[in-house]
């Protein structure tokens, strides 16, 4: 039951950071595009400040109690490089590098995620 609750924590850490990677590259552009010109709002600071705490509090959940368990650093350095990349695209202002450390932030904390699962798995069999 842990491991299918440690799985899933995982799951949805991966699915919210990947989600914030797909909003801070995609709707930029279209917007730009003036493909989504009455969704303004899905830039507003709010919803990227509830993707960083979603981050935040699903990696902290999932890392920090499965590092415990495998002991493995690679993850939690991974969340923290992240997190700095997000932060620092926060505080760019909007242009494309904020668009390009926002995106790369949420793509290493979405592989953090997967290298975490893996990490479980593989000491469930040692």
């Known amino acids: 039951m842990k491991q299918f609750i440690s799985a899933n924590i995982d799951f949805f850490g991966f699915l919210n950071s990947f989600l914030c990677a797909i909003h801070c590259s995609v709707f930029p552009l279209l917007i730009s595009l003036g493909l989504l010109?009455?969704?303004?709002?899905?830039?507003?600071?709010?919803?990227?400040?509830?993707?960083?705490?979603?981050?935040?509090?699903?990696?902290?959940?999932?890392?920090?109690?499965?590092?415990?368990?495998?002991?493995?650093?690679?993850?939690?350095?991974?969340?923290?490089?992240?997190?700095?990349?997000?932060?620092?695209?926060?505080?760019?202002?909007?242009?494309?590098?904020q668009t390009i450390m926002m995106t790369t932030g949420g793509l290493i904390i979405a592989s953090a995620h997967i290298v975490n699962y893996f990490f479980n798995k593989s000491s469930l069999k040692a």
Request: glycine share 10%; proline share 0%.
């Open 37 to 97: 010109e009455g969704l303004f709002w899905i830039e507003h600071f709010w919803l990227e400040m509830t993707f960083l705490f979603f981050s935040i509090f699903l990696a902290s959940l999932s890392l920090i109690k499965s590092y415990k368990k495998h002991r493995r650093v690679e993850a939690l350095l991974m969340v923290g490089l992240g997190l700095t990349c997000l932060f620092i695209g926060l505080n760019l202002g909007h242009g494309v590098i």
